[in-house]
Every structure is written in structure tokens, then in C-alpha cells.
């Protein structure tokens, strides 16, 4: 016996001291952050008033649990939710392989702009659909109709669950593109050739062969695109949550926060965390069911070595078939609703496009334009978010992945699904759990800068971001062969330096895919930005929002043409720089992560 | 050797501890605290004679320049293009070389935060926060502004047309805000058509016609309840449940439910025939584009008369800072900077924009019911402050949106 | 210059645990080329690796010159970074990312093997010149063949001048030709450097090449340390006969003791035959009886007298290059035997096959 327990404590302390404490101490403090917000989240539910206020309610559950969101909200949440991963997986899956398993032309540049498509502000794109697909004013319905010899067409994006799936579906897909491309891309090649040898005829081993091989990698990118879209309130709200014609689990939330606007002035925090927590559920469990997806989907992979590449398919004479389909998810995507952001852009006044509206172009809208955004401080400012949560985003996926993927620490498998559940909590209830801490921790540690400073925009975005950066991490990690790391070890450096010498820069490109998706998302962050914005912490998405939310959508307009064009640019210079594409980071660290080693 | 089951189980304890300890966090904080009530009676407050005005003044000036430091808030709306000019002439008219950090802020989102500051007795984010009649009443009634020793003095010698005599005091803080808070910009709710999507005999001519099935998705009105909390006042007989079901079934007839300027471009667009906004958005859209096809109109029945405030922060950071910052935005030299490019009316001014407004009211003779005009609308004003209140309005809100 | 004493090391797995050592003993002098020797999960690697300090042994302890790096149970131990032996893994490990020189280089510019900038760079040329790879210094690490890659691996193990070289299988991803020459440059550079090393290997062939001492592991355990020679010519178990080379194991039935310069004898299931045996035995004892084909004599079914002379059916012959390998039986039991390859042997052939008492080896 005695022995045994001298044993035990000798397991305990190898697998707790020494060279892994760094990552695992940075694991467990960024994710005490996530768990604590959790908690408040939770704890709101329970107070009747202001969290700084005591007392225990259960009314705000009761009243949540009415026939209106049993009706109501939640088939509508489903419809979108479902709608949504329907037409993105319908555009995504046949983006997925035609972009990166056949020779079709362009496909780096095409990947690029797929890549490009979630920077874009997500409420741009929904007023550029209403301008596009509105029962009276759309313009697809008035050319149609004028066609078709028919008064109007009574399509709307507005006020219907499947509008919203619409827009949605067609921002998500590229999600579900870089999740799915991966194992597309490191599918063993020698089962696809033994069926080819066979005789199979290539929609035949398309159909029989790699789709069977990838479809848990497809379910699991379906499965985290889900969580996505119903915690999304933007577009919703814009498409018909505003009006309480489609409600949503996200705009509940919204709604709860700012009830009437002006009179109610104090927020039904306690409604919001319910609703937030309501929204987890599904999340949580379509987050277990992610996971699960996940062992599935590396039982097939192989490990990318030295010149492995995946089988490509020759088109042919189809090579047009696929540029078409390429061509014309990217316009509905992007095209279009750029298009219609550079028209508002140039029109003082926004109209419909005219003969009459054509002379009234012009670029007044430009002039002042840095000034109308709040000057060269609100660019400083994003530049400094945006660059800094990039970094800590990274810094902490990698501890994170570290800890799950290369240690055999005890509580690394929590580790792993507590890195996950930040995607599952709709990003509204953190930002204003982290305002609500934020304002007690002024009173508390006047000390420590959080409330209206750029350091709590930074926290939030980190949070929200770690999910994303730890399946990257992890895909990336588990890539590298562990022998490589331990051989660096014998030659007599430490882990910290074989981190930097050795892990670091074979993935590199996976770290700067990563670096380059984070900031664009961050980039376009609205919710939490706008929510926890103080006098100090304006960031350009929020000056442009606050722009159109005052009507000054021409200069707002301009304000986005900017920001797109400067992200488009960034993106393609950086990923230039970097070596590579966008094609380069699917086939590594895209993917959905490997099973943990022990197994 | 432990089992997994072993294994597990010390591995969900210390996962439980940890959870334990972020849940007991927040309990230390978690205090009583009582919300002082601030609300005073009516009182008619007389300027002051000069000679002590001007040695309060520059007693104000010198704190505040100890102070070295001011972060105010202006509308969400004005144009970032302001903040220097405002900067720049009230730091050179009170002769201050401090730094002066301006921001625009969507009261109706940050008065909440606002009160939870004072709750939590933490400092004040902002110095000086703007709001309108109800946000306002929000906050003074929350106890999360200060009152401003001698007002009425100072006001005096900062605001040339206070010292002239020529407007009173307490037109510019009275009633429940006496002493907190001081009005410094008004506009009047009003409603905007596309005058080729709706010839104005088809307009709706009270409130109530918004209730009309022919008018369903034709119109979008914003979500905040200033186009209705009025109307308790506005009628003799009224039922606050009656009323609640016309905004029900108005908010179920309504196209969308956005911002009034987002309704009004929209409107333009051709996508709504009318939108429930105010005065200021016709004169900025005729500015951009004077061939634009609208127009604008008052109801029968009632037009709220919204007016803006700015008042100190209790627990501000720079409080004497604070102070200039809100007596000065009541001056026409402010007004002369910030007037041209949004539009709105002082309804004490005398530029020419501020006569048109009056004029405009007078001659179309319309129901103009401000929060502040009389005893009847004081006490409606501070009803709305109570628990009761709070959740009318908040059915309301609701109602809007059709629930 | 190695001591391991009682090693034990289990694997823990979601459905059971799996003992990969138990209770391994060995000792290695300086300047000895020491082999590690036995089929696949049978432990060699996971010893080895728990010399690096790449593994935690549950019990045992090690020593690595003179100095403590594993004891009571992990209370006492060092380091991997620290233990100062280089190590050349089976897939050799190089760097993809960096070139040669500075996959040779890494070792001395980080980390606790640093030396000054301007020594650097003599004494990565000094290790690449003893594996012959100066030309190709400048080349990225990826575009090498196996052979270099391996070469650029056992020099980044030597630059830091280890006193211990730990090798596991490094041959194995070679081919057959390249495989054969490589043994020997290993050796001989090994013997140059005096370099105290410990091999892992599955290659009964390489083991009897490289090394100096041998120890057979099997299913956790260690079975036989010894010379080459001692575990050829006279393996203490089946196992380990069975393992080296090529051996034939009959079962036998101890019939007579030796006596007065005269050879015991003992029935199998050949016949009678007539061997050596080891004093302690008594008549009746079963034992395991075994000689290599090697020394199977196998001739003309006219010609041998002798001891232990049979007559015999050729069953099977392959010719492999430097000799036949035959299967011949004899009272209808296979035996394997060898004949040169001048001469020529068909299946069918009668013959007569010879095995002479002092080939024929005694396991316990």
C-alpha cells in the first residue's frame, strides 16, 4: 500500500511541476475568465435588480417561460439556425471541393475573397439584401417582375425566419468552407486511388469514397456553424426581430438589454441572462455533439509529411460549370451587396438607383471622412484591438492547444471544452457581464483600467475568439510530430525555447491564417465594442454603426467601402507576405482538431 | 495507481472548486445600497446679482483647472466633426488648458450603466452626460446626477442671454430637474412622408388611425416610447390599458422598427409610405438634397415636445470641469457650432432656426406637449419614474413591437 | 559509464495497462556499443527512451556517468534537457524548417549546450565532416534523401560531444544495400569517437555487427547479455535462440549422462542423439535441445559415418544468393539445414544429414 501511495504522488507531481506549468497556468487564468463570466451570466439570472444589488428572484425565468417564446422565438431560432447551416453547407460543401480538389482556375484568389466575405460588416450586407430582395422596392423583384410582365413579386428577405436564413447562410458559408476543407484536404490519398484503380468513376468515389470519409469533418464544421448563427442579433434584428415580427433568442437578449430605449432605463439584466442561458443550452449540446463528431473525423486523416498532397480531380469541359458556381455565390455574397454599399456610398441621400438618382452622384459622402469617423484616434485605436487581440488570441490557443494536444496533464480534457464554451454563450451576455465587472471593479480596484478602455473591448474579444483559435491550435499541434519536439529536448533546450525554435515555425502558416481570420473578425466586432464603449475606447466598427444607427448612412456607407477595402487589402498583402494563400492554411490547421493522444 | 474513475473525479473537484470560488466573487461587492431620491418640489429660482457671479465663476474655472480633465458626452448623432470646435471654443472661453476628451454616446444605452455606476458607488465614466426629458428623469431620479451650487449665478455669467434678462433661469432648469439638470437643445416629434409613395390626405391624422389596416407595413416608427408616452396627458379621458392595446395593434400595423432616421432614409427609399421621426431630419435631408420627396406634418391629436439635458454626474471625476461644460452648452456661442450641421432648435434661442421652429409650431397651430410645460405633465414625468411606471412603459416598448 | 537497475515502466490505456518493462538490469561500460535486441513491444524503445528522460519509469533507477538521473521514483531525477546524451531517433527528426547546418547547429546556439558564436560554426563542419555531408550544408533539411537525413542526425547527436549516444532503430527507414553500409560506418565511427552507446534494434543482423554486447529483450524483460559469439553460438533460452539467427529446437528426453570422456545422449524426435550435456541433469529430464542449420552437414545419401547421422527427404531448397537454405525432414520432421552453393540440391533429393554432438546446444 505505502508503496503505492509514494508512487501516486510521484505520477502527480511529473505531471504538475516542471516545464508545463507555464501553458498550463495560462490555460486554467484565461479560462478561470470565461468560467467566472459564465457564472455571473448565471448569477444575473437570480437578482432582481441591478447585479450590485442582493436579493433572489426566480421571476425572471417565470416570466421568460411564457407561450410567446414556446411559440414563437424558439421555432424561429430553429428555422434560422437550421435554414442557415442548410444553404451555407449547400454553397460551402461544393465550394469546399471545388476549390481545393479539382483544377479549377483562380482558386487561390477565389479562396482569398471566401476568406474575406465574414470582415464585412454583417448589417451592411443585410440592408444591401433588403435593397435587393424587398417586396416593393427590391431590385431582383422589380426585374423580375418587369420580366415576367407581373406587377411585383412578393419575395421578401424581411420578416421571415428563411430571409434571415438567407443572409445568414450566405455569411456563414465561408465558415463551414475553412472547417470542411481541412480534412477534405488530408483524406489518405491511397483509399481515394484504390477505388480509382478499381474502376470507379469519379462522382462514384466522390460519392462512395471521400464524401463517407469526411463527412465527420463536415458535421462537425455544420454542428460549430450552428452555435454561430443563432447567437448572431444583428442581422435578425435588422430582418425583422426589431419589429417583433421574427423573434429570436439573440434579439431577446438584445431587447431585454434595451427594452424601450430611453424610459426604461434600467435593464432587465435579469431577463438577458436568462435568455443567454436559454440560447447555451442548445448550444451546449450541439457543443458535445461537436466533440464527439470530432473523434470521428481524424480516424481517416493522415499527417500531412514532406510533398503530400491530395488527389485533384480534372474538370475539363465542366470547368465552367464550376467558375459559374463559384462566380455566383461570390456575387450574392459579396458582389452585390458591395455593390450596393458603394452606391449608398455615393448618393447624398440614399435612393433607389435611377435615372434621375444617377445625376445626383457624388462624393461628398468621402470628404471628411477620417474626421466623420472620429479622426486618426479611432483608427489608432483599431489598429491597436485588432493587432492586440491577434496576438493574445494566439498566445493563449497555443498555451491552451499546447496543454490539450503535446501534455498529458489530468484536466486536459476540460481544459479542451472549456476552451469551447465562450461559442456557446451568445457574445452580448458576456460583453455586459464583463460591463456590470468592469463598473465593480472601478469602485473596487480603482487601480486597474477596465471600464471604457480599450484593455475590456481587448478581454472581450479574446473570450470570444479562444473557441476558433483553439481548434486551429490544436489541428496545428497535433500536425507536428512529436519526435521533432523531443529530439530538440534531448539536444538540450527547454520547452519555452523549443516553442520558439522549433513548433512555432512549422506552423507557421496555420498561426498567421489564424492571426489574419482573428483580426477581421475583430475588425468588424460591433455588439461587444458598442456595448462596452466608453469615452476613450471608440473603435471604427462602432463609429460606423453609430453612424448609420443616426441616419447618416451615406458617410456610414463610405465608412464601410473603406473598412472593406482597407481589410481586402491588408488580407491580401498580408497573406502574400506571409507565403502563401488562403489554399495554403486549408490544408493545414483548418481543421477540425486530432483525438487527443492518449488514445 | 488511481482509476480513470479516480482520475475523473479529483479532476470535476478541482474544476468545481474553481467555479466556487469565481461564484463567491462577486458577494463581497454585493451590498445595500439605497438610492437617494432627489426629486424637489417646484421651485422658482431668480438669477442672482453679478458681483458674486463673477468670483464664483472664476472659483469654478480655478477648480476645474486643478481638476485637468473633462470627459463629456455629446449626441450619438452629431457628427465627430464637432468634437474639436466644441473643444477648442470652451476651452479658450473659460481660458482652461486642460484635456478635453468628447464622445458620442447613445444615452438610451449608457444612462443603465450610468445608474449602475452610482449603485455600485463607483466613479462616473462621464463628467457630463446628455439625455432627453425621460432618460433624464431616469437618472436624476436614480440619484446619478449633482446638483450645481448657485446655478442660477453662474448661469448668469456664462450665458449672455441669461444675463440680459432676456431668458429666465428656470426656462433652462425647472421642475423635477431644478438644480441637476439644464436644456440646451429641443426637436418635436413629427411625421415624414415620401410625397410619392402618399398624398397627404391619406396621412393618418391622429395616433390612433395608426391602428387602420390600410396602413399596415406602410410606416415604421422607432423603439423608443417617445411618440406615445405622452398621450396620457393628452387626452381628458384615458385608459392606460386601452391605450396599451392602440400601440399593440399600431406596432403589429408597423413595417419595421428602426431608428427615426433609418426610418426616414428608408422612407425615402420608397420602402415605408411614412415614418414616426422629428422636426430636425426634414431640414437635414433638404440640405443634402433639396429635391428629396418629403415632407413633414404634425398630428392632431398630440406632438411630443422632446428636450435635451445635460447635467453632472454624481461622483464625477471632474466636477467643476463638468459644470462649465453643461452651463456653457446652453449658450448660443455652442449652439452657433453645433446648430448648423444637426439642425435642432433651441427652444430659447434666437437664431434664425430656432424662429422658424416657433413659427412653424404656431402657424400650423399643432398639439406641441412638452414634459415640462405643466403641472400635469410634471407629475406624468415622475410617474414615469416609478416601479409602476417603468413597467408601463416597458409595455409599451413592448407594444411597439407587437407583443 | 550506464547502470539501470530493476526498470519498470507501465502504459496506461482507456481499456487496460500494459507492463512495457519489468524489471530491466543491465550495465554499460565506456566505449561499448551496447545493443538493446528484440521483436516489436517487447520494451527495448521504451528503455531507451527512459534513459533520454523522454519516459518516467514508474520504479528503478538510473544512472548515467557516475551521476543519479532517475531514482525513488521520480523523487530524484533530471531532466530531459539535462541529461547531456544525444540521441538519433528511428525517423530521424530533422527540422523540415531549418537547413543542415542549423539543424547540426541548434544544439550548441540554444539551450544548455550553447557555446560562443564564433565556435559554432567549426564544430558543426567538424560533425558534418564525420558523417560526410560538408557539401551539404546549405541545403533545407527537406530536400535530403534518407540516408543524409539520417547522417544529419547522428551529427546534430554528436556536436555537443555527449559521452552517451542513444540510437533507436536509425537504420530502419533505409534500404537493404545502404542499411549494410551504414552499419559498418557507424560502427567504426563510434569506436573513433569512444563513444559509449546504447542501440535499439529488431535486426538480429545488426545487432551481430555492431555491436559488443547484446541484451535479448523479450516481453518486458531482458532474457540474455553477452557477446555476439556468447548469444549465437549459445543462447539460454528458445526465445532467444529462436530470435538470433536461424535455429533449429527439438524437444528432447535426457537418455544418457556423459561419462568417462564419453557424450550424453539424449531422444528426440529424430532419433537418438549423442551431445554434450551439462552436469546437472538426470536421465529422464526433459530439455530443450537446439544447433543452427549452419552446422547441419548434409551430404550424399551414400557417404558419412558418424554420430548422429540420418538419413533424410530434401523438402525445400532457396537458393539466397551465398548458399542454399534446405528444409530437410527427417523422420518425417523438418529440420532446416544450409549447403554451399556450388553444389545443387533439388527437392526430392535423398541425403544424409549430419549433426554433430558439438553443434548441438543445451537450453534450460
Same mark, same amino acid.
Given at each position: 500500500m505505502v508503496p503505492r501511495a509514494v508512487s501516486l504522488i510521484a505520477k502527480r507531481r511529473e505531471r504538475t511541476g516542471?516545464?508545463?506549468a507555464i501553458p498550463l497556468v495560462c490555460s486554467w487564468l484565461i479560462l478561470s475568465v470565461v468560467v467566472a463570466l459564465l457564472a455571473f451570466v448565471l448569477y444575473m439570472t437570480f #437578482? &432582481? +435588480?441591478? /447585479?450590485?444589488e442582493p436579493g433572489f428572484t426566480l421571476r425572471h425565468w417565470s416570466n421568460v417561460a411564457s407561450s410567446r417564446l414556446l411559440t414563437r422565438v424558439i421555432p424561429n431560432t430553429a428555422i434560422v439556425g437550421f435554414g442557415t447551416i442548410f444553404i451555407g453547407a449547400f454553397f460551402a460543401l461544393p465550394l469546399a471541393w471545388l476549390l481545393?480538389?479539382?483544377?479549377?482556375?483562380f482558386r487561390t484568389t477565389f479562396t482569398t475573397i471566401i476568406g474575406i #466575405? &465574414? +470582415?464585412? /460588416?454583417g448589417f451592411i450586407l443585410a440592408m444591401g439584401w433588403i435593397m435587393l430582395l424587398d417586396?416593393?422596392?427590391g431590385l431582383i423583384n422589380n426585374m423580375v417582375a418587369s420580366v415576367l410582365g407581373?406587377?411585383?413579386?412578393?419575395?421578401?428577405?424581411?420578416?421571415?425566419p428563411w430571409g434571415i436564413a438567407w443572409v445568414l447562410g450566405l455569411i456563414l458559408t465561408a465558415p463551414i468552407f475553412f472547417l470542411v476543407a481541412g480534412p477534405l484536404c488530408r483524406i489518405d490519398p491511397s483509399l481515394e486511388e484504390a477505388a480509382s484503380v478499381s474502376g470507379m468513376r469519379h462522382l462514384t468515389i466522390l460519392r462512395r469514397v471521400t464524401l463517407p470519409l469526411v463527412w465527420p469533418g463536415i458535421l462537425g464544421g455544420v454542428i460549430y456553424t450552428f452555435m454561430t448563427a443563432v447567437s448572431i442579433f444583428e442581422i435578425p434584428a435588422l430582418l425583422g426581430a426589431a419589429s417583433g415580427r421574427v423573434p429570436v433568442l439573440a434579439s431577446e437578449i438584445f431587447y431585454s438589454v434595451?427594452?424601450?430605449?430611453?424610459?426604461?432605463?434600467?435593464?432587465?439584466y435579469g431577463a438577458a441572462g436568462v435568455y443567454g442561458t436559454l440560447l447555451a443550452v442548445p448550444s451546449l449540446l450541439a457543443l458535445y455533439l461537436y466533440l464527439r463528431a470530432l473523434q470521428q473525423a481524424e480516424r481517416y486523416q493522415v499527417i500531412t509529411g514532406k510533398g503530400y498532397r491530395a488527389r485533384e480531380t480534372d474538370?475539363?469541359?465542366f470547368a465552367w460549370v464550376g467558375m459559374a458556381f463559384v462566380v455566383l455565390y461570390l456575387s450574392l455574397a459579396v458582389g452585390l451587396p458591395i455593390l450596393v454599399l458603394v452606391w449608398a456610398s455615393l448618393m447624398p441621400v440614399l435612393q433607389m438607383p435611377s435615372r434621375e438618382a444617377l445625376a445626383?452622384?457624388?462624393f461628398e459622402n468621402y470628404h471628411g471622412l477620417l474626421e466623420g469617423l472620429g479622426g486618426a484616434g479611432v483608427i489608432w485605436n483599431t489598429v491597436l484591438v485588432v493587432g492586440c487581440v491577434s496576438l493574445l488570441v494566439i498566445f493563449f490557443s497555443f498555451m491552451i492547444s499546447w496543454v490539450v494536444v503535446r501534455t498529458r496533464a489530468p484536466s486536459r480534457k476540460t481544459i479542451d471544452m472549456l476552451a469551447m464554451l465562450p461559442h456557446a454563450i451568445p457574445s452580448l451576455a458576456f460583453a455586459f457581464a464583463l460591463a456590470m465587472i468592469a463598473i465593480l471593479a472601478s469602485r473596487?480596484?480603482?487601480?486597474?483600467?477596465?471600464?471604457?478602455?480599450l484593455g475590456i473591448i481587448m478581454i472581450a474579444h479574446l473570450i470570444n475568439r479562444v473557441p476558433y483559435g483553439t481548434r486551429v491550435m490544436n489541428s496545428a499541434l497535433g500536425q507536428v510530430h512529436r519526435e521533432l519536439e523531443e529530439i530538440a529536448q534531448v539536444c538540450g533546450t527547454r520547452t519555452p525555447t523549443v516553442m520558439r525554435r522549433v513548433i512555432l515555425p512549422l506552423i507557421k502558416p496555420s498561426v498567421v491564417y489564424l492571426a489574419v481570420w482573428t483580426a477581421m473578425l475583430s475588425f468588424q466586432e460591433v455588439t461587444m465594442a458598442l456595448f462596452l464603449s466608453g469615452p476613450h475606447n471608440s473603435v471604427l466598427s462602432v463609429s460606423i454603426w453609430a453612424l448609420w444607427e443616426a441616419g447618416t448612412l451615406g458617410t456610414a456607407a463610405a465608412g464601410a467601402v473603406a473598412m472593406v477595402s482597407i481589410m481586402g487589402v491588408l488580407t491580401f498583402g498580408v497573406l502574400k507576405f506571409a507565403g502563401g494563400s488562403a489554399t495554403g492554411f486549408v490544408g493545414r490547421g483548418t481543421a477540425l482538431p486530432p483525438p487527443s493522444e492518449a488514445q | 495507481m488511481r482509476t480513470a474513475r479516480e482520475v475523473r473525479a479529483s479532476r470535476s473537484r478541482r474544476v468545481r472548486w474553481q467555479i466556487l470560488v469565481f461564484l463567491l466573487l462577486p458577494a463581497p461587492f454585493v451590498t445595500d445600497f439605497d438610492a437617494p431620491?432627489?426629486?424637489?418640489?417646484d421651485l422658482a429660482a431668480a438669477a442672482e446679482s453679478p458681483p458674486k457671479g463673477k468670483q464664483a465663476l472664476d472659483e469654478l474655472v480655478a477648480k476645474a483647472k486643478q481638476e485637468g480633465e473633462l470627459v463629456a458626452t455629446i449626441q450619438?448623432?452629431?457628427?465627430?466633426?464637432?468634437i474639436q470646435p466644441l473643444t477648442d471654443a470652451f476651452k479658450k472661453r473659460f481660458g482652461l488648458d486642460i484635456k478635453v476628451t468628447i464622445a458620442n454616446v447613445n444615452s438610451a444605452q449608457h444612462f443603465p450603466l450610468a445608474i449602475a455606476e452610482t449603485q455600485a458607488r463607483a466613479p462616473a465614466t462621464y463628467d457630463a452626460v446628455q439625455g432627453d426629458d425621460a432618460e433624464t428623469m431616469q437618472i436624476v431620479g436614480a440619484g446619478a446626477t449633482q446638483k450645481v451650487e448657485n446655478w442660477a449665478t453662474l448661469l448668469a455669467e456664462i450665458n449672455p442671454l441669461v444675463r440680459s434678462g432676456k431668458v429666465r433661469p428656470d426656462a433652462i432648469s425647472r421642475g423635477?430637474?431644478?438644480?441637476?439638470s439644464f436644456m440646451f437643445m429641443a426637436n418635436v416629434k413629427q411625421l415624414i412622408y415620401n410625397t410619392k409613395s402618399i398624398s397627404e390626405k391619406d396621412l393618418?391624422?391622429?395616433?390612433?388611425?395608426?391602428?387602420?389596416?390600410?396602413?399596415?407595413?406602410?410606416f415604421a416608427q422607432p423603439p423608443w416610447t417617445s411618440h406615445w408616452e405622452i398621450a396620457p396627458v393628452a387626452f381628458d379621458k384615458f385608459d392606460k390599458d386601452e391605450w396599451l392595446e392602440v400601440v399593440r395593434r399600431a406596432g403589429k400595423n408597423t413595417g419595421a422598427v428602426i431608428g427615426e432616421s433609418a426610418a426616414v432614409q428608408r422612407t425615402i427609399l420608397g420602402e415605408f409610405a411614412f415614418a414616426l421621426a422629428q422636426d430636425r431630419y426634414t431640414r437635414q435631408i433638404f440640405a443634402k438634397d433639396?429635391?428629396?420627396?418629403i415632407a413633414a406634418r404634425f398630428f392632431e391629436d398630440y406632438n411630443e415636445l422632446n428636450q435635451v439635458y445635460y447635467s453632472v454626474r454624481t461622483r464625477a471625476r471632474h466636477p467643476a470641469a463638468g459644470t462649465l461644460w453643461v452651463l456653457w452648452m446652453t449658450t448660443p456661442e455652442s449652439q452657433k457650432i453645433w446648430q448648423p450641421s444637426d439642425l435642432q432648435a433651441v427652444p430659447y434661442g434666437d437664431s434664425q432656426l430656432d424662429r422658424e421652429f416657433k413659427q412653424n409650431i404656431e402657424k400650423s397651430k399643432a398639439r406641441v406637449i412638452g414634459f415640462l410645460d405643466n403641472e400635469k405633465t410634471r407629475e406624468l414625468l415622475k410617474w414615469y419614474r416609478t416601479d409602476e411606471g417603468r413597467k408601463y412603459l416597458d409595455a409599451v416598448a413592448r407594444a411597439i413591437r407587437g407583443e | 559509464m550506464i547502470r539501470v537497475v530493476n526498470l519498470h515502466k507501465d502504459f496506461f490505456t482507456s481499456r487496460a495497462t500494459h507492463?512495457?518493462?519489468?524489471?530491466a538490469d543491465f550495465e554499460v561500460n565506456e566505449g561499448e556499443i551496447f545493443m538493446l535486441l528484440?521483436?516489436?513491444?517487447?520494451g527495448k524503445t521504451t528503455t531507451l527512451r527512459c534513459i533520454a528522460g523522454l519516459e518516467k519509469p514508474d520504479d528503478g533507477e538510473i544512472w548515467i556517468d557516475g551521476q543519479t538521473v532517475f531514482a525513488n521514483r521520480g523523487q530524484t531525477t533530471v531532466p530531459v534537457y539535462k541529461r547531456g546524451v544525444g540521441m538519433v531517433f528511428q525517423s530521424y527528426a530533422?527540422?523540415?524548417?531549418?537547413?543542415v547546418f542549423e539543424n547540426v547547429a541548434y544544439p550548441l546556439s540554444y539551450g544548455i549546450n550553447k557555446v560562443p558564436r564564433r565556435q559554432v560554426r567549426e564544430r558543426v563542419q567538424k560533425a558534418l565532416s564525420l558523417v560526410g555531408?560538408?557539401?551539404?550544408?546549405?541545403?533545407?533539411?527537406?530536400?535530403?534523401s534518407g540516408g543524409q537525413q539520417q547522417r544529419v542526425s547522428l551529427a546534430r547527436a554528436l556536436v555537443y560531444e555527449p559521452k552517451v549516444l542513444l540510437l533507436d532503430e536509425?537504420?530502419?527507414?533505409?534500404d537493404a544495400k545502404l542499411r549494410a553500409e551504414m552499419r559498418v560506418e557507424l560502427r567504426g565511427l563510434m569506436k573513433r569517437l569512444k563513444i559509449t552507446a546504447i542501440y535499439v534494434t529488431h535486426d538480429q543482423e545488426e545487432a551481430l555487427v555492431l555491436s559488443d554486447r547484446v541484451a535479448v529483450m523479450h516481453a518486458g524483460q531482458i532474457r540474455q547479455i553477452g557477446t555476439p559469439r556468447d548469444i549465437y553460438?549459445?543462447?539460454?533460452s528458445d526465445v532467444v535462440a529462436g530470435f538470433i539467427g536461424m535455429a533449429n529446437l527439438l524437444q528432447a528426453r535426457v537418455e544418457r549422462l556423459p561419462v568417462d570422456g564419453e557424450d550424453g545422449a539424449v531422444t528426440t524426435v529424430l532419433g537418438r542423439l549423442k551431445c554434450k550435456l551439462p552436469p546437472p541433469l538426470s536421465i529422464g529430464a526433459t530439455v530443450t535441445v537446439m544447433f543452427r542449420p549452419e552446422d547441419v552437414v548434409i551430404g550424399d545419401a551414400s557417404s558419412h559415418c558418424g554420430d548422429n547421422v540420418f538419413p533424410a527427404t530434401v523438402e525445400e531448397a532457396i537458393f539466397v544468393g551465398s548458399r542454399f537454405q534446405c528444409q530437410v525432414s527427417v523422420n518425417a520432421h523438418r529440420i532446416h539445414g544450409e549447403v554451399s552453393k556450388t553444389r545443387v540440391v533439388t527437392a526430392g533429393q535423398r541425403v544424409m544429414v549430419e549433426i554433430p554432438p558439438q553443434v548441438i546446444h543445451l537450453l534450460l
Open positions: 516542471g516545464v508545463d #437578482v &432582481p +435588480g441591478l /447585479p450590485t481545393n480538389r479539382t483544377t479549377l482556375p #466575405v &465574414p +470582415g464585412i /460588416p417586396e416593393r422596392i407581373l406587377s411585383s413579386i412578393a419575395l421578401s428577405v424581411k420578416d421571415s434595451r427594452p424601450g430605449g430611453p424610459m426604461t432605463a434600467t435593464f432587465a474538370l475539363g469541359p445626383k452622384l457624388s473596487w480596484l480603482p487601480w486597474l483600467p477596465l471600464s471604457g478602455t | 431620491q432627489l426629486l424637489s418640489g450619438s448623432s452629431w457628427s465627430k466633426g464637432l423635477p430637474f431644478q438644480d441637476h393618418p391624422r391622429t395616433h390612433r388611425d395608426l391602428t387602420d389596416p390600410k396602413y399596415k407595413g406602410k433639396p429635391k428629396a420627396p | 507492463a512495457a518493462v519489468r524489471g528484440g521483436p516489436s513491444g517487447c530533422i527540422w523540415p524548417h531549418l537547413t555531408l560538408n557539401e551539404f550544408e546549405d541545403r533545407p533539411a527537406p530536400l535530403l536509425p537504420l530502419s527507414n533505409l553460438v549459445s543462447p539460454k
